[in-house]
């Protein structure tokens, strides 16, 4: 009995202490008041912004501001590198943008109008393709060198020359020279392997690039030549992999490529950490590198010798001077559980939330605001400033492969003939078959289910939003298995009566992408029971492995925006040397088209224009269906209250990428 | 002994090789582009890109070539500089450590071996002691409580304790925070005022005289110390126990009674020598676990050591520094083995290694 009652009690004290983990806090007041944030006011045309209520309201429950001079950043992952021109991901641009500066940056939540930052003014040509800056004076690195036109000039040159297997400069290249890699321009019309090129070849190659980028240091002027009038280089030179502006006399110092065109390929394609900025930084903006200790944290410090001078604010209303939050910290914590305790202990002032985690916080929403500043103080004792239904610049399109490569057998693609057990190599030529693959997969599940209906669908490659998308119009295709069912049977092969099986692949861990492929399952299987669609996992490097050989039926992969402007959507999907647009090998009439219209949208000047050809491309993409175009995310931010000054510019939305040096903290 | 020692430590490069062998043949299961894939994010723009990395680091060369180049490095033949080599003690470079995996080792240990030493004391101390109480006080009141206790820490999971832990003192109570430090006190430690003589924070910060540091890195281990040594006490405890009663229960045992001896005596002097064999190996197996690092405890404290790096390289499929781990854990069992093996001597002279 005794042993009974000992068990019992134990069991009791065990249950007391979950229970009492899982109440709801009995938290300390916050010192600060509610009314910090948000107070920027949109643009005209907004609704005005809603005063978050201030003394009389009572003080939210909550943390404690522990860290007063501190912004303190939590987050999964981290930057591969610190060198600007060898990133090509999220993590790294949240530091580069506020250590690195360029040429113009975005005028504040504006995307389509910039302000000068290490240039004083610009001027294009008629042509649209000669870009000439007038460089400011008494600007000054963070180690000390001054800025002059030639820095401007080696850090483009260096960029173009490096440049890297995956990284970001097919876009540079392509605005420069009309190519993707500089081993392409090294290469020419020569016909030889880049390895097998001589050294003329190669200065050749070199002068180019710095033909391309010329700096006048007695002029104060660097000027760009383009290969093409190029309507998005001012959005294009917002990235650091492009602007980042480096001092050349302490890079050769360090090791880097030093100017010279004899022996540039020392420096080409290097490994991630061994380039001279893999884990320093000298710049030339508000905030400093102090340590980056990886798989820890990354710490920025004020840039006490920043020279903007106060009085003279990056846009109207904007900070001037010295930033105002002292220090910046990047904390990498993988698991939520973890980020969401230091949240609520008040040890974090930003965290990232998966989108499946985001009702967990709802009931803590104290002030919520929208994408244009507006903001409703709900407070009532809650402490989370949100930031709702945030469009973000990015895309996810299931996309179909018209050429499959079953030679040798691919058992993606069954049996590789439309025997019931497996698809021929041109399954997806059919326009047809990939209408009917449009129709069957229900878009309202994916948005509803797998993103907690924080997404829209899409209607193309152009995302919502930006030129060319066509406001007003639905998608063409939505979820009906009976058209679905129609377009199967308009196929130009008996595939309704016959059957077809084929493996969808995804990259495992990503559940998002498995959901996408389980919903088109479910709807294709529906519709005939002799269609059969298995889904596997794959780890990336085997799955990239089967993609680039040509070998998946189906790929279910995004795009996130590199640049703002309809080119760097319809281009990535579409045109056949982008990123995409060349492993889905449509047919070469087909190819043609869309290569002809991306083009002529990269030419155009006039937006008129250019919304004309880029609506076309728009519906074009739907009515061939060249990918099942499926989803754009919505995204939230979450900040404690005492953040304030902050805006959403959705050029760059997720926080990772936020220019800190305008917010404030505690003010 | 000494000859023991010295045979063993012989016989150690040859278990090393074999292990170098498994590793690198597991390694060789994927196809030269699946290995080259894990270098490139996406589908390289130009065209044979892929293949270039491929003849590069010689992917398709013969498997013994290519563990042979793994052995004593590499050379780059752009600038003739040889790179990698086991041998040269390097074991690679670590995409998720964003250095080589030797430094991120170098640099990860000490946090390890902080919080394992850490978790030792209660871990093997408490065990020890609680389990013989519970067994000399055979289903007696100490007995079924130290077994509801035992059940109860072997029964929860790691994550679940860690995860209420934290939820508990820090969320809500705000007392035991995760990581290593709070944020004004890692501003001190990485700053030139502050010297790192071990990277053992509550050492260095004793060394520089920064007691309100020494505290604070204190109350960042209390967690992630607790959810450790509950788990691993749990275990401990009972093996304790079972060892216990079942060398209490020795003839011999009784013969010691019948000859006069007190029971103290008898316990201390007879009992407990020949029960702690078995918690010996336990309790050994148990710290070298520790010391290569525990993945969830780490995790979910983001405890910057081994595990959680171990945890972070594998599931971005970072197969340099899985290996360099494996390796690193291949030696430290080696090495832990053989001290376990020495200790058995220590505690009963009966035991002849030689």
Known sequence: MRSKLLFLLSLLIATSMVLAACAPAAAPVAEEPADVVADEAPAAEEPAAEEPAAAEEPAPSGPEMKNPDTYVYVTFGEPETMDPAWTYETSGSAQQNNIYEGMVWFNREDTGSFVPILATDWSVNDAGDVW????????????????????????????????????PHWMTHEAFFGLYTVEDLAIGDSGKEFADLSDAELVAACEKVQGAVVADDEAGTVTYNLATATPWFLAMLTNNFLAATYDMEWMVEQGAWDGS?????????????????????????????????????????????YWRAEGDPIWEGGPSGVARIKNVLWKIVDEWGTRQAMFEAGDADFITVPSQYRPQLEPDYGIVCDQTGACEDNSSGSYIQAWTDLPQLAMTPAQFNQLIDIEGGNPFAGSGALDGNGIPADFFQDVHVRRAFSYCFDYDAMINDALNGEGIQSQGPIIAGMLGYRDGEAPLHSYDPAKCEEEFKLADTDVWETGFYFQMAYNTGNDTRRLSAEILKAGIEAVNPKFNITVVGMPWPVLLNARRAG???????????????????????????????????????????????????????????????????????????????????VGRNHFQQWIGDYYYNPAYPNNTYSYIYAWSKGE | MLNYIIRRLLILPFILVGVTMLVFAMLSMLTPYERASLYVSDIPKRQ?????????????????????????????????????????????????GHMPVIEVIKHRLPATAELALLAAIPLIGLAVWMGIQSAVHHNKLIDQVLRVLAIIGWSIPTFVLG?????????????????????????????????????????????????????????????PVITLSVISWAFLLRVTRSSMLDTLRQDYMTTARSKGLGERTVIKGHAVPNALIPVITVGGMTLIGLFNGVVITETIFNYPGLGKF????????????VLGMTLFSSFVLVFGNLIVDVLYGVVDPRIRLD
């Open chain 1, 132 to 167: 000439t800056f007038n460089i400011r004076e008494g600007v000054t690195f963070h180690e000390g060198g001054t800025l002059e036109p030639h820095d401007v000039a080696y850090s483009v040159q260096r960029a173009l020359l490096q440049d890297r297997i995956d990284g």
């Open chain 1, 261 to 305: 065109c004899d022996n540039w390929v020392q420096w080409h394609d290097p490994q991630q950490e061994d380039t001279v900025l893999f884990n320093v930084a000298n710049g030339t903006g508000p905030y400093m590198l102090d340590h980056w200790t990886p798989g820890e944290e990354i710490a920025l410090v004020a840039n006490e010798n």
């Open chain 1, 551 to 633: 070998k998946i039926p189906i790929y279910v992969g995004g795009w996130l925006e590199d640049f703002h402007d309809p080119h760097n959507w319809a281009q990535p999907f579409l045109h056949s040397q982008g990123t995409y647009g060349r492993v889905i090998n449509m047919k070469p009439e087909l190819a043609a088209e869309f290569d002809g219209l991306v083009e002529e949208g990269a030419g155009l000047t006039d937006a008129d224009e250019r919304r004309a050809v880029y609506e076309n491309i728009q519906l074009r993409a739907q009515e061939e269906a060249t990918s099942i175009w499926l989803y754009q995310p």
């Open chain 2, 48 to 96: 044979g890109a892929i293949e270039d990395i491929i003849e590069k680091y010689g992917l398709n060369d013969p498997i013994h070539i290519q563990y042979w180049h793994w052995m004593v490095g590499h050379e780059d033949k752009n600038t003739g500089e040889v790179k990698g080599g086991l041998l040269r003690g390097d074991l690679g470079f670590s995409t998720v």
């Open chain 2, 163 to 223: 995860l209420l832990l934290l939820m508990f003192f820090y969320a809500q109570l705000d007392w035991f925070p995760p990581e290593r430090l709070s944020t004004w006190a890692s501003q001190v430690v990485q700053s030139g005022e502050f010297t790192r003589y071990t990277q053992m924070n509550t050492i260095d910060s004793l060394l520089n005289l920064r007691f309100d540091i020494f505290v604070d890195s204190l109350r960042h281990l209390v967690l």
């Open chain 2, 310 to 321: 171990m945890a972070s390289s594998a599931a971005a499929l970072d197969v340099v520094s």
